[in-house]
């Protein structure tokens, strides 16, 4: 994803990395200008080499998206999260998940979208990406939400005293740590890009 290569960049430069300035302006500007989908405002998730659309916005991929967006352009990030918060976010009864495409715009099922529930269109890579956005835009009745539906539907166990989701596997289980975790290291580039 462009946007986690650009926050790297931020990240290194935040440690004193020397790093050309004007790169993630450049891609900001012709984000904003060809890689926003005309019905919803959510960055597209695929393109080709041009900038061409190969498939619209997804939930695995724009929640990752928008927080990284935080050390780029704050004010985009919280745009892009309103949007995917609007288009895919949903709660039910206190439980919070998320869809992988807009309606309207399903588009194929592949590795990052993993099986989607029919009847809610709910995504389990999605919403394990929608706690991490929760987490980072500090949407907090939501991020309450999709962890209380985690504790419920994503099979936890205790083995030798650490915490296992069975319907998780290694990527996952990566998301859900950086997630629940990330905040200091990330205050600290902020503060440094200030």
Do not use: K
């Not at 500007?29 to 061409?52: K, M, N």
């Not at 994503?154 to 650490?162: C, K, M, R, T, V």
């Amino acid at each position: 994803c462009n946007t986690t290569a650009l926050a790297g960049l931020r990240a290194a430069a935040a440690a004193g990395v020397v790093v050309a300035p004007e790169l993630p302006g450049r891609w900001l500007a012709q984000a904003q200008d060809s890689l926003v989908d005309e019905g919803t405002g959510l960055l597209i998730s695929s393109y080709t080499w041009e900038g061409a659309r190969l498939d619209g916005p997804e939930g695995s991929s724009i929640w990752m998206s928008a927080h990284n967006l935080l050390l780029l352009d704050p004010a985009f990030a919280h745009d892009q999260y309103a949007r995917a918060r609007a288009a895919l976010g949903r709660s039910f009864m206190g439980f919070g998940y998320a869809r992988e495409w807009p309606a309207g715009d399903r588009g194929p099922m592949d590795v990052d979208s993993g099986p989607v529930i029919p009847l809610l269109d709910a995504s389990p890579g999605s919403s394990g990406l929608a706690i991490l956005g929760a987490r980072a835009f500090d949407d907090h009745d939501y991020l309450e939400e999709l962890l209380a539906a985690l504790e419920y539907a994503a099979f936890p166990s205790e083995d030798a005293g650490a915490l296992r989701y069975r319907a998780s596997n290694q990527v996952g289980d990566a998301v859900l740590a950086y997630a629940l975790c990330f905040g200091p290291l990330w205050t600290r580039i902020r503060e440094a890009m200030a």
